[in-house]
């Protein structure tokens, strides 16, 4: 399973399940924002970290 989390220069934000949920979260670190349209976008030096997780 992958797993999702932004990291921002002074923050990093938690590991999540879905990327819809690390972008619904990432306001919280500064990380970015969903505009108008529903599409998130993501703020200069925003890093989108990824992890394969053994399910078990």
């Known amino acids: 399973m992958t797993q999702y989390r932004f990291v ?3 923050r990093t934000g938690k590991w999540y ?5 690390a972008q619904r979260q990432a306001n919280r670190i500064g990380a970015g924002f969903t ?5 998130f976008i993501a703020y200069r030096g925003t ?5 394969e997780q053994a399910s078990g």
């Open 17 to 21: 399940s879905s990327l819809a949920e």
């Open 35 to 39: 505009d108008a349209v529903g599409q």
């Open 8 to 10: 921002t220069r002074s």
């Open 47 to 51: 890093v989108l970290e990824m992890r």
